[in-house]
T-cell receptor, first 114, second 112 residues
Protein backbone atom coordinates (compact mmCIF):
# COMPACT_ATOMS: atom_id res chain seq x y z
CA UNK A 1 0.00 0.00 0.00
CA UNK A 2 1.13 3.50 -0.78
CA UNK A 3 1.91 5.59 2.27
CA UNK A 4 3.75 8.60 3.64
CA UNK A 5 5.18 8.59 7.15
CA UNK A 6 6.10 11.51 9.33
CA UNK A 7 7.48 9.65 12.32
CA UNK A 8 7.48 12.58 14.73
CA UNK A 9 4.20 14.11 15.88
CA UNK A 10 6.16 17.01 17.31
CA UNK A 11 9.61 18.52 16.95
CA UNK A 12 10.98 20.99 19.47
CA UNK A 13 13.92 23.19 18.65
CA UNK A 14 15.47 26.35 20.06
CA UNK A 15 15.49 29.49 17.96
CA UNK A 16 18.70 29.78 15.96
CA UNK A 17 19.31 26.03 15.93
CA UNK A 18 18.97 23.90 12.81
CA UNK A 19 15.75 21.97 12.37
CA UNK A 20 14.81 18.77 10.58
CA UNK A 21 11.32 17.42 10.00
CA UNK A 22 11.36 13.87 8.70
CA UNK A 23 9.35 12.27 5.92
CA UNK A 24 9.65 8.82 4.39
CA UNK A 25 7.40 7.35 1.76
CA UNK A 26 6.36 4.12 0.17
CA UNK A 27 5.03 5.21 -3.21
CA UNK A 28 6.24 3.53 -6.35
CA UNK A 29 7.69 5.02 -9.49
CA UNK A 30 9.86 8.02 -8.57
CA UNK A 31 7.09 10.20 -7.23
CA UNK A 32 6.88 13.95 -6.96
CA UNK A 33 7.54 15.15 -3.40
CA UNK A 34 6.17 18.20 -1.61
CA UNK A 35 6.21 20.01 1.70
CA UNK A 36 3.40 22.21 2.98
CA UNK A 37 3.11 24.40 6.08
CA UNK A 38 -0.08 25.19 7.95
CA UNK A 39 -0.39 28.02 10.43
CA UNK A 40 -3.29 27.96 12.94
CA UNK A 41 -6.69 28.41 11.32
CA UNK A 42 -5.16 28.74 7.87
CA UNK A 43 -4.94 26.63 4.74
CA UNK A 44 -1.93 24.62 3.67
CA UNK A 45 0.77 26.69 2.01
CA UNK A 46 3.18 25.18 -0.47
CA UNK A 47 6.82 25.32 0.66
CA UNK A 48 8.83 23.36 -1.88
CA UNK A 49 8.85 20.37 -4.21
CA UNK A 50 11.16 17.82 -5.75
CA UNK A 51 10.47 16.87 -9.34
CA UNK A 52 13.88 15.94 -10.73
CA UNK A 53 17.51 17.03 -10.63
CA UNK A 54 19.51 18.16 -7.62
CA UNK A 55 18.62 16.22 -4.48
CA UNK A 56 18.66 19.38 -2.38
CA UNK A 57 15.77 21.68 -3.19
CA UNK A 58 15.27 25.15 -1.81
CA UNK A 59 11.92 26.67 -1.03
CA UNK A 60 10.13 29.48 0.72
CA UNK A 61 11.15 31.09 4.04
CA UNK A 62 14.67 29.61 3.95
CA UNK A 63 13.50 26.01 4.00
CA UNK A 64 15.14 23.27 2.00
CA UNK A 65 14.60 19.56 1.64
CA UNK A 66 16.86 16.67 0.80
CA UNK A 67 15.66 13.85 -1.40
CA UNK A 68 17.26 10.48 -0.75
CA UNK A 69 16.19 7.89 -3.27
CA UNK A 70 17.75 4.87 -1.56
CA UNK A 71 16.09 5.72 1.76
CA UNK A 72 12.90 7.00 0.10
CA UNK A 73 13.06 10.05 2.30
CA UNK A 74 12.44 13.75 1.81
CA UNK A 75 13.40 15.50 5.04
CA UNK A 76 12.66 19.19 5.50
CA UNK A 77 15.48 21.30 6.90
CA UNK A 78 16.34 24.82 7.88
CA UNK A 79 19.78 25.94 9.08
CA UNK A 80 18.49 28.41 11.68
CA UNK A 81 14.97 28.16 13.09
CA UNK A 82 12.78 31.16 13.85
CA UNK A 83 9.97 31.33 16.40
CA UNK A 84 7.70 32.24 13.49
CA UNK A 85 8.45 28.84 11.90
CA UNK A 86 6.28 27.23 14.57
CA UNK A 87 3.48 25.54 12.64
CA UNK A 88 2.20 22.21 11.37
CA UNK A 89 4.19 20.70 8.49
CA UNK A 90 2.88 18.15 6.01
CA UNK A 91 4.81 16.02 3.59
CA UNK A 92 2.95 14.97 0.42
CA UNK A 93 3.80 12.55 -2.35
CA UNK A 94 2.26 12.23 -5.80
CA UNK A 95 2.98 9.28 -8.12
CA UNK A 96 4.29 10.19 -11.57
CA UNK A 97 1.98 7.60 -13.13
CA UNK A 98 -1.03 9.23 -11.47
CA UNK A 99 -0.18 12.84 -10.66
CA UNK A 100 -3.83 13.46 -9.85
CA UNK A 101 -3.27 11.54 -6.62
CA UNK A 102 -1.65 12.91 -3.47
CA UNK A 103 -0.71 11.02 -0.34
CA UNK A 104 -0.27 13.19 2.75
CA UNK A 105 1.68 12.43 5.90
CA UNK A 106 -0.01 12.85 9.25
CA UNK A 107 1.76 16.13 9.97
CA UNK A 108 4.49 17.24 12.36
CA UNK A 109 4.04 20.10 14.78
CA UNK A 110 7.16 22.22 14.92
CA UNK A 111 7.69 24.22 18.09
CA UNK A 112 10.50 26.76 18.04
CA UNK A 113 11.27 28.16 21.48
CA UNK A 114 12.87 31.59 21.93
CA UNK B 1 -0.91 36.18 -6.99
CA UNK B 2 -3.88 33.98 -7.93
CA UNK B 3 -5.47 32.09 -5.08
CA UNK B 4 -8.17 29.58 -4.28
CA UNK B 5 -11.07 31.23 -2.48
CA UNK B 6 -13.60 29.48 -0.28
CA UNK B 7 -16.92 30.55 1.17
CA UNK B 8 -18.24 30.60 3.78
CA UNK B 9 -15.31 30.80 6.16
CA UNK B 10 -17.48 29.40 8.93
CA UNK B 11 -20.87 27.73 8.84
CA UNK B 12 -22.91 26.49 11.76
CA UNK B 13 -25.75 24.11 10.97
CA UNK B 14 -28.14 21.75 12.66
CA UNK B 15 -27.72 18.01 12.28
CA UNK B 16 -29.67 16.74 9.28
CA UNK B 17 -29.48 20.00 7.35
CA UNK B 18 -27.93 20.36 3.92
CA UNK B 19 -24.76 22.36 3.55
CA UNK B 20 -23.04 23.68 0.44
CA UNK B 21 -19.43 24.78 0.59
CA UNK B 22 -18.18 26.86 -2.28
CA UNK B 23 -14.78 27.21 -3.86
CA UNK B 24 -13.38 29.26 -6.71
CA UNK B 25 -10.23 27.50 -7.92
CA UNK B 26 -7.42 29.27 -9.71
CA UNK B 27 -8.70 30.07 -13.18
CA UNK B 28 -6.38 28.03 -15.42
CA UNK B 29 -6.31 24.99 -13.15
CA UNK B 30 -7.70 21.69 -14.33
CA UNK B 31 -7.77 19.45 -11.27
CA UNK B 32 -9.92 20.14 -8.23
CA UNK B 33 -10.03 18.56 -4.81
CA UNK B 34 -11.79 18.59 -1.49
CA UNK B 35 -10.01 17.63 1.71
CA UNK B 36 -11.08 17.83 5.30
CA UNK B 37 -9.21 18.23 8.55
CA UNK B 38 -10.59 17.56 12.00
CA UNK B 39 -9.19 19.64 14.87
CA UNK B 40 -5.89 20.53 13.13
CA UNK B 41 -4.95 16.91 12.67
CA UNK B 42 -4.30 14.94 9.53
CA UNK B 43 -5.53 16.06 6.15
CA UNK B 44 -8.09 13.60 4.77
CA UNK B 45 -8.78 13.26 1.06
CA UNK B 46 -12.43 13.39 0.07
CA UNK B 47 -12.64 13.68 -3.71
CA UNK B 48 -10.82 14.75 -6.85
CA UNK B 49 -12.49 16.15 -9.95
CA UNK B 50 -11.23 16.50 -13.50
CA UNK B 51 -12.87 17.10 -16.85
CA UNK B 52 -16.27 17.58 -15.23
CA UNK B 53 -16.34 14.31 -13.42
CA UNK B 54 -15.11 12.69 -10.25
CA UNK B 55 -11.76 11.03 -10.87
CA UNK B 56 -11.36 9.54 -7.42
CA UNK B 57 -13.12 9.51 -4.08
CA UNK B 58 -12.36 8.19 -0.62
CA UNK B 59 -14.45 6.04 1.69
CA UNK B 60 -15.45 9.19 3.55
CA UNK B 61 -17.14 10.51 0.40
CA UNK B 62 -20.34 8.49 0.71
CA UNK B 63 -23.77 9.09 -0.77
CA UNK B 64 -24.30 12.09 1.51
CA UNK B 65 -21.58 13.99 -0.34
CA UNK B 66 -21.61 15.38 -3.85
CA UNK B 67 -19.52 17.80 -5.89
CA UNK B 68 -20.38 20.01 -8.79
CA UNK B 69 -18.75 22.51 -11.06
CA UNK B 70 -21.90 24.24 -12.23
CA UNK B 71 -20.59 27.21 -14.16
CA UNK B 72 -16.95 26.64 -15.05
CA UNK B 73 -15.64 28.68 -12.14
CA UNK B 74 -17.24 27.50 -8.90
CA UNK B 75 -16.55 24.09 -7.43
CA UNK B 76 -19.00 23.09 -4.71
CA UNK B 77 -19.18 20.40 -2.08
CA UNK B 78 -22.65 19.48 -0.86
CA UNK B 79 -23.40 17.48 2.24
CA UNK B 80 -27.03 16.36 2.01
CA UNK B 81 -27.81 15.56 5.62
CA UNK B 82 -25.09 16.63 8.00
CA UNK B 83 -23.98 14.53 10.96
CA UNK B 84 -22.13 15.62 14.06
CA UNK B 85 -18.99 13.91 12.79
CA UNK B 86 -18.99 16.07 9.67
CA UNK B 87 -17.76 18.95 11.82
CA UNK B 88 -14.34 19.80 10.39
CA UNK B 89 -12.36 22.24 8.30
CA UNK B 90 -12.99 21.62 4.62
CA UNK B 91 -10.29 22.65 2.20
CA UNK B 92 -10.61 23.08 -1.51
CA UNK B 93 -7.48 22.72 -3.63
CA UNK B 94 -6.63 22.97 -7.29
CA UNK B 95 -3.72 22.40 -9.59
CA UNK B 96 -2.82 23.02 -13.17
CA UNK B 97 -1.29 19.77 -14.39
CA UNK B 98 1.71 18.17 -12.74
CA UNK B 99 2.94 20.09 -9.75
CA UNK B 100 1.74 21.30 -6.43
CA UNK B 101 -1.72 21.73 -5.03
CA UNK B 102 -2.91 25.20 -4.14
CA UNK B 103 -5.20 25.27 -1.12
CA UNK B 104 -7.88 27.68 -0.05
CA UNK B 105 -8.11 29.00 3.50
CA UNK B 106 -10.84 26.55 4.37
CA UNK B 107 -14.46 26.50 5.46
CA UNK B 108 -15.08 25.56 9.07
CA UNK B 109 -18.25 23.49 9.42
CA UNK B 110 -19.82 23.10 12.84
CA UNK B 111 -22.73 20.68 13.11
CA UNK B 112 -24.86 21.00 16.25
Amino acid sequence: AQSVAQPEDQVNVAEGNPLTVKCTYSVSGNPYLFWYVQYPNRGLQFLLKYITGDNLVKGSYGFEAEFNKSQTSFHLKKPSALVSDSALYFCAVSPRYNFNKFYFGSGTKLNVKP
Amino acid sequence: EPEVTQTPSHQVTQMGQEVILRCVPISNHLYFYWYRQILGQKVEFLVSFYNNEISEKSEIFDDQFSVERPDGSNFTLKIRSTKLEDSAMYFCASKQNTGELFFGEGSRLTVL
